[in-house]
Structure formats: C-alpha cells, structure tokens
C-alpha cells in the first residue's frame, strides 16, 4: 500500500484479556517505530525496530507489552492481561532508515479497555 | 521535566490571521526539529523539520529554531479553516522523536 497501515482502527477488550495490533510498514522502510498517545501522556515513543532486530526496548510500559517484526515487514504489538490504563491510540510509524527525519504515521489502533 | 514542552491551547483564530505555536525543549544536543499536523482520528503528519538553528519556509508555513533559547515556532500565515488540527512539535534524537503535548487550532470561517 501506500501508506503505513494498521489494524484493527478500534479495538475493544475487557480488562485481562491480551490484545494484538497490526502494523503494515511503507514497502522498503527498514525502519519501524511504535507509540502511544493518551491525553495524560501525549505521544509517547515505545520501541523501534531495525530490520527485525529490537536492540532497546526500555520504552515498553511494562513487561506485558511485547513486539515483534517478521520478514522485514509487518509487526505486531502485544499486550497481555489488558489494563484499563492501557487505554490509548497505539501508533505505528515507519522510516526508509533508522533515524531518518521522515517518519510516516499509520491512522492508529483506538484500544479501549473496559 | 519533559523534553519538549507544548502550550496545548486550545488556540481559536479567524479565517486569514497568522497562527503562532511556540515550543521549548530541554536537551541541547538536539539537532532536528520538526512539526507535525494531527486531524481528529487520524496519525501525525510532517508538515516539516529543520536542522539547527534557522527560518525554513514551506508556502504558508514556516518553521523557526533558536538554539540559544531552546525554542522552536511554528508561523501560518493566512490561516484557513482547513488548518483546523493539532499541532505537535518534535526533537529527533538518533531514532526517537520526543512530542509536545500537541496545540489543537481552530480556524473559524
């Protein structure tokens, strides 16, 4: 596709369950970047990925949180035992190079558990 | 103490006037700053970035940097109301940008 595409757009989960979103990086971008965004936090940087290797993970909220990269391409976010404060819209972004000045944004998982 | 610090406003602005939007950050070393525009539901977008200090001009926008204050702006001139967003401010370190907290402007026809 043109763009970073994610999925799902919302996502609704009870409180315990574990959650998986999507991100389809920008064909050839080696690059790829998660955040968060919630009203208290802003935008928040959770992890990146170079390729399929994650060398810093130290932006993950807590050891619920997970990632992975396969085939240079898609990742996935994973969350387990879902928190009411894990509430947020979950941004993926991509680059043609780590640390390029031209990230491209996908449109956002809405997560909001109840 | 936050990287990057963002008035979130919200700023309210008639049809043709000039928005200002103001950040400052905390980390000297930073060397590239960037503006993004962010439409209810939708991701952030680059409107622009700037290296060091400087204007960068793009049509109706301009992006300042003063490195010696810390402080970044961001000018539209002739606002329309399709500008109506949230505006974020960003440093890039390596390869991680750090936000503001987003100014959200609305333009009223």
């Known amino acids: 596709g043109a763009g970073v595409s994610q999925s799902p757009s919302n996502k609704v989960t009870e409180k315990g369950k574990d959650v998986e979103l999507r991100c389809d990086p920008i064909?050839?971008?080696?690059?790829l970047y998660w955040y968060r965004q919630s009203l208290g936090q802003g935008l928040e940087f959770l992890i990146y990925?170079?390729?399929?290797?994650?060398?810093?993970k130290s932006g993950l909220p807590s050891d619920r949180f997970s990632a992975e990269r396969t085939g240079g391409s898609v990742s996935t976010l994973t969350i387990q035992r879902t928190q009411q404060e894990d509430s947020a819209v979950y941004l993926c972004?991509?680059?043609?190079?780590?640390?390029?000045?031209?990230?491209?944004f996908g449109q956002g998982t809405r997560l909001t558990v109840v | 103490q936050k990287e990057v610090e963002q008035d979130p406003g919200p700023l309210s602005v008639p049809e043709g006037a000039i928005v200002s939007l103001n950040c400052t950050y905390s980390?000297?070393?930073?060397?590239?700053f960037m503006w993004y525009r962010q439409y209810s539901r939708k991701g952030p977008e680059l409107l622009m970035y700037?290296?060091?200090?400087g204007n960068k001009e793009d049509g109706r926008f301009t992006a300042q940097v003063d490195k010696s204050s810390k402080y970044i702006s961001l000018f539209i001139r002739d606002s329309q109301p399709s500008d109506s967003a949230t505006y974020l401010c960003?440093?890039?370190?390596?390869?991680?940008?750090?936000f503001g907290a987003g100014t959200t402007v609305t333009v009223r026809a």
């Open positions: 700037t290296y060091s200090s």
């Open positions: 064909s050839g971008h080696t690059a």
């Open positions: 980390n000297s070393a930073f060397q590239y």
């Open positions: 972004a991509s680059s043609h190079r780590l640390g390029n000045t031209e990230a491209f």
């Open positions: 990925f170079q390729g399929n290797s994650a060398p810093d």
């Open positions: 960003a440093t890039l370190d390596d390869y991680k940008l750090s």
